[in-house]
């Protein structure tokens, strides 16, 4: 992998932080993996005694930045899990089988749109 890969595999994505404010609202505890470069996930979760590992692309960016990274590919491929790709507080929340209680849904609103 080239210097540029490195680069593209460690930038965090914008909507990551509020990703991981919903998870943590939500009940799980959020390992921020993002600077591990390698082609590693973004996320590690746990909720409710499972773990959880979750890529986060921005929606906000055109579909070819979405896409993922050779390394990322090869690292997802040897994994004997699922690695959840997500955009969205409420996609990462329903990818981990968390319910949206109320008050988390009106903050997601509130905070995140």
């Given at each position: ?5 490195m680069?593209?595999a ?12 919903a ?8 390992t921020d ?7 590693v ?6 909720y ?14 055109p ?10 590919v090869?690292w ?20 981990i089988?968390?319910?949206l ?13």
């Amino acid at each position: 992998m080239g210097i540029i890969d490195m680069r593209r595999a460690a930038r965090k994505d914008r909507n990551q932080n509020a990703i991981a404010d919903a998870l943590t609202k939500a009940g799980a505890a959020v390992t921020d993996l993002s600077k591990a470069g390698g082609g590693v996930t973004d996320l590690l979760v746990s909720y409710r005694r499972r773990w959880f590992v979750l890529e986060v692309k921005n929606p906000d960016v055109p579909a070819s930045d979405r896409e993922l990274t050779p390394a990322q590919v090869e690292w997802h491929a040897k994994q004997m899990a699922p690695v959840h790709v997500v955009m969205t507080p409420h996609a990462a929340l329903l990818a981990i089988g968390a319910e949206l209680p109320e008050k988390l849904d009106e903050w997601v609103r509130n905070n995140i749109g």
